[in-house]
């Protein structure tokens, strides 16, 4: 598969799961590497959901896994008592994120 396949894939999963929490009433909030605001690493996806729930999203094309960077961070993430993922499809978001 070509690498924009890949990138598409993974952005499309992305913004179908924004729209989901925009439409839920919450906030999604897009990481940028590079941006100033996000560490190498930091999962893509910051999302803040009705009833004070917060979830960390890395978006992986099916099949992969995150780099150790990332899988750091989620693990830290967790540590701390935050809910994070890595998700690669909208049915995963909804089964594990939204349940």
């Known amino acids: 598969m070509p690498k924009s396949s890949t ?3 993974e952005a499309d999963v992305s ?3 924004r729209e989901i ?3 839920l009433g919450g906030y999604a909030l897009k990481n940028k590497p590079g941006a100033g605001s996000a560490y190498k690493g930091w999962p893509d996806l910051t999302l803040v959901l009705p009833n004070g729930v917060t ?3 890395e ?3 099916p099949g992969k896994s995150p780099t150790a960077l ?3 961070w989620l693990k830290e993430l967790r540590k701390l008592g935050h809910r994070a993922f890595a ?3 909208v049915e995963e978001f909804r089964q594990e ?3």
């Open 55 to 57: 979830a960390y999203v």
């Open 59 to 61: 978006v992986k094309r």
């Open 15 to 17: 913004r179908a799961i």
């Open 87 to 89: 998700i690669h499809s």
């Open 70 to 72: 990332q899988g750091w």
């Open 21 to 23: 929490v925009v439409a």
């Open 97 to 99: 994120v939204l349940r």
């Open 7 to 9: 990138v598409s894939l």
